[in-house]
């Protein structure tokens, strides 16, 4: 069974940082690329940032672009969304999905595999 799991998810202040954490059991994540995408309440799933497997091509968001990093472990079997000067706009469920590729992909609908997501709260 293939499963992604996001962990990290919390609240936490403007300003603040978090790491959010995907873990991946049933399979070798490092064949995966790997993308996050998040949902605040009422809009729709955006993407937040991508990685392809080897973790040497990376894409962001405009808007998280310099305050955002995505790396990946794959000794770990992880990848890390390491999240630096949160907003509130920045509140969302956060998830994680991949695809078996070694090229960079970052595509909504090209993801075959997804995480159930973690919250963030940005709040003061």
């Known amino acids: 069974q293939l499963q992604l799991v996001e962990s990290g998810g919390a609240l936490v202040q403007p300003g603040g940082s978090l790491r959010l954490s995907c873990a991946a059991s049933?399979?070798?994540?490092?064949?995966?690329?790997i993308a996050w995408f998040r949902q605040a309440p009422g809009k729709e799933r955006e993407g937040v940032s991508c990685?392809?497997?080897?973790?040497?091509?990376?894409r962001y968001a405009d808007s998280v672009k310099g305050r955002f990093t995505i790396s990946r472990d794959n000794a770990k079997n992880t990848v890390y969304l390491q999240m630096n000067r949160v907003q509130p706009e920045d509140t969302a469920v956060y998830y994680c999905?991949?695809?078996?590729?070694?090229?960079?992909?970052?595509?909504?609908?090209?993801?075959?595999?997804w995480g159930k997501g973690t919250l963030v709260t940005v709040s003061s």
């Open positions: 999905a991949a695809r078996r590729s070694s090229m960079l992909i970052c595509g909504y609908y090209d993801m075959n595999y």
């Open positions: 049933g399979f070798t994540l490092d064949d995966y690329a």
């Open positions: 990685i392809n497997s080897r973790g040497g091509t990376t």
